[in-house]
């Protein structure tokens, strides 16, 4: 009897041995699947600049130098980051068809995944804004009113208080923000692209990015309204005064001639 006492055991031994095989099975996962993993993100990216650096060698070196330091025909890369690259290749800035004082948006040349491809290898010449993910630029549940603040204060100056763009010196021009996507404009706020200086988070923070595009794509999107009537560009006074100085005083004019010839032709009959 008392042999078998000896043997027995314990009421808790089981949840003990439960509790001891959990923690083994959860050592083994964090000491092999989190590095297995890196492993993988770090073997991935490792192609992708590999393939970026091809792509890049056919398509930037002539202007940007062999390693993307810069040239007489284009500026150095390094430190610009992917955030930059993902705008200008993305909108069809680059590759530039023709040196000027601004490069114009055109058809992209490059796919999403080339993009993607030519921004991981940019990025590795020297660190600098990184592409934003969804959540950072989705406006969805941003302040409009605050953007419209934000907007006029930083953004009026050069691409009007609608975002219609504008004329600056020189040859260049602010863009008109009408069909830019939410990525793009806040890439643009990170990077400063040509002639637009840069918004970084320190100077202007994710939520007040938000703001901003949620304002941009509100007063130009599809269901604004102008109370007004014609918007005629969104560009203030300047704008309406020269509407009512050619189309207002022309049409008096053109009626008092009318008025004057037709009261002259009276009197001699």
């Known amino acids: 009897m008392k042999k078998l006492s000896a043997r027995r055991r314990h009421p808790l031994a089981a949840v003990v041995v439960l509790l001891l095989a959990l923690a083994a099975t959860g050592g083994l996962y964090a000491a092999f699947a989190p590095a297995g993993k890196a492993q993988a993100d770090e073997t991935a990216q490792s192609l992708a600049i590999e393939e970026g650096k091809k792509l890049y060698a056919v398509g930037c070196s002539s202007c940007h130098g062999t390693g993307g330091q810069g040239g ?49 290898y940019v990025a590795s010449l020297g660190a600098g804004p990184i592409t934003p993910t969804e959540e950072q630029y989705d406006p969805k549940g941003a302040d409009i009113a605050k953007g419209g603040d934000l907007f006029r204060t930083n953004c009026a100056q050069c691409h009007n208080f609608t975002g219609e763009g504008g004329a600056l010196t020189n040859g260049k021009y602010a863009p008109s923000l009408e069909d830019v996507s939410p990525k793009h404009l806040y890439e643009a706020m990170q990077t400063g692209p040509q002639n637009m200086p840069s918004f970084p988070d320190t100077t202007l923070p994710e939520q007040q990015k938000k703001d901003i595009i949620a304002y941009v794509k509100t007063v130009n999107g599809e269901e604004t309204e102008t109370p007004g009537g014609f918007a005629l560009g969104g560009l203030g006074p300047v704008s309406e005064g020269l509407f009512g100085w050619i189309f207002g005083l022309g049409s008096l004019i053109a009626v008092a001639v009318w008025v004057a010839a037709h009261t002259a032709k009276a009197k001699k009959s």
């Open 72 to 120: 007489s025909d284009g500026p150095s890369l390094v430190g610009v980051g992917s955030a930059a690259v993902d705008f200008q290749v993305g909108t069809g800035r680059m590759p530039a068809q023709q040196p000027g004082a601004q490069v114009p948006e055109k058809k992209k040349v490059y796919s999403q995944a080339e993009i993607d491809q030519l921004a991981a």
